[in-house]
């Protein structure tokens, strides 16, 4: 997916994530039994997500023909009464 250039990649996009120190502590295991550093693990799984998103498939023709249960309130009609969402701690 990525174009390098000479070794180096042709365009940079620099990107900040925070993780809680368990997935963090983890990577860095992964990335050290791998030996690769943790960025390029996390480019890795980045680029094997983007790849299966771009494979996925739209519905399925079964999918998009149902209707719902007749015997269940219209989704929509319950969004009133949704609380407002939690603030992501990670956030």
Request: hydrophobic content about 40%; glycine content about 6%; proline content about 4%.
């Amino acid at each position: 997916m990525s174009s390098y250039i000479e070794g180096r990649p042709a365009s940079i996009m620099n990107f900040n994530i925070y993780l809680d120190s368990a997935l963090g502590t983890a990577l860095q295991q992964l990335a050290k039994r791998r030996k690769v550093t943790r960025n390029a693990l996390i480019r890795q799984a980045v680029e094997e997500l983007v790849k299966q998103g771009a494979a996925t498939q739209a519905w399925s023709a079964e999918v998009m023909r149902w209707e719902g249960d007749p015997r269940m309130d219209a989704f929509e009609s319950q969004r009133a009464r949704l609380g407002e969402p939690e603030r992501d701690p990670l956030a």
